[in-house]
């Protein structure tokens, strides 16, 4: 069973990083690719960052175009964490950031796992607030 904890939100003045952290703490993630969601005030929710799964030896990245280049997505197969790095935060960057998982052992196009398939599981999220 995936039960999977984000960590790490608060508020951060512009310009600033913050590195959010999803943690499973049910099992391994090794089978799951993960992606980064998160949703603005009065927004859809939309994929950032997504990362293949280690069971399919990919390891290829997928960022947005709003975070591209200001954010990176990497895992701690130890701690079994998939972490958000986000630097040169904006207001626009504020919201609810969630993690979640798609079952994907085999190669799989991160860019459907951030835009097109609906994970199986979900984190609870934690809030980013970029504001002066």
């Known amino acids: 069973q995936v039960h999977l904890v984000e960590s790490g939100g608060g508020l951060v003045q512009p310009g600033g990083s913050l590195r959010l952290s999803c943690k499973d703490s049910?099992?391994?993630?090794?089978?799951?690719?993960i992606g980064w969601f998160r949703q603005a005030p009065g927004k859809e929710r939309e994929g950032i960052s997504c990362i293949s799964s280690i069971a399919s030896r990919d390891n290829v990245t997928y960022y947005g175009d709003p975070v591209k280049g200001r954010f990176t997505i990497s895992r701690d197969t130890a701690k079994n964490t998939v972490n958000l790095q986000m630097t040169s935060l904006t207001p626009d960057d504020t919201g609810v950031y969630y993690c979640?998982?798609?079952?994907?052992?085999?190669?799989?196009?991160?860019?459907?796992?951030?835009?097109?398939?609906?994970?199986?599981?979900w984190g609870q999220g934690t809030q980013v607030t970029v504001s002066s």
């Open positions: 979640a998982a798609v079952w994907s052992p085999n190669r799989v196009s991160v860019w459907r796992v951030c835009q097109q398939y609906e994970p199986d599981y």
């Open positions: 049910g099992s391994t993630l090794e089978n799951y690719a």
